[in-house]
């Protein structure tokens, strides 16, 4: 009888221990699912808000730069029609014409603010002249090997930029561009932007570098 009285309470400790292990895990599991469905669900949210933001930023951005590109198409007309601004007949068509190498002739030799970039890559800057300083506000050292982005700001004419460097390139013809360029100082100005391929005829006659004048017309445009 003992035995049997033994027996027993073994077999009711062991139930009742086993509902004690398995029962907290039975009402702690689908909670936890609950949470991770709730937590999978607000993640969700935040990211399709990011989307949408990111969505509209971009939009805002496309039109805004669509309306610049409207605007400075029309100073482009206006400076295509004025003889006074005629800078395609004053590019360059040699490296040499465009940087000579001697430092005093390059100060004094072209009125005009010239600057020569590769062809390739990210079209870095090789040099400029006195001109340009003058007009940009950086010495040619501070610009050798840079790209001319450091030029561009929040009205840059991406979209004219882009499309006068692709038909330079197609046609292999000078190009004119009117866009908003940004000084040292941070100051802007209007720029005609006149772009023209440089050959080397000891490479046979390959188009090497990109010669750029680059001429305020801010107070032409603002009449």
């Known amino acids: 009888h003992d035995r049997k009285s033994q027996c027993k309470r073994i077999i009711i400790q062991t139930i ?16 936890s699912s609950f949470s991770a469905t709730m937590v999978a669900t607000v993640n969700q949210d935040q990211e399709e808000k990011v989307a949408r933001w990111q969505l509209v930023r971009r939009l805002k951005r496309h039109l805004r730069l669509r309306k610049i590109h ?6 482009l007309q206006q400076a295509d029609d004025d003889d006074t601004l ?14 000579p190498e001697d430092p005093e002739e390059r100060a004094k030799g072209n009125i005009h603010a010239i600057v020569v970039t590769e062809c390739t890559g990210a079209f870095n800057m090789i040099g400029c002249n006195k001109a340009w300083e003058n007009l940009c506000g950086y010495e040619e050292c501070e610009i050798v090997g840079k790209d001319s982005s450091i030029l561009q700001g929040p009205d840059t004419n991406h979209i004219g930029l882009r499309d006068a460097v ?7 013809k000078p190009v004119r561009c009117v866009t908003t360029n940004y000084r040292k100082d941070g100051s802007k100005f209007t720029n005609l932007l006149t772009l023209g391929p440089i050959y080397d005829a000891t490479k046979g ?3 090497t570098h990109v010669v750029a ?11």
Not at 217 to 223: E, L, P, Q, T
């Open 205 to 207: 006659g390959k188009m």
């Open 70 to 75: 409207k605007n400075d198409a029309k100073l």
């Open 213 to 223: 004048i680059l001429k305020d017309i801010g107070k032409v445009s603002s009449k």
């Open 86 to 99: 005629d800078t395609l007949s004053l590019l360059p068509r040699t490296l040499s014409d465009a940087l």
């Open 166 to 172: 692709q038909r330079l390139f197609e046609e292999e």
């Open 16 to 31: 009742f221990s086993s509902t004690i292990i398995v029962d907290p895990l039975v009402l702690i599991l689908p909670f």
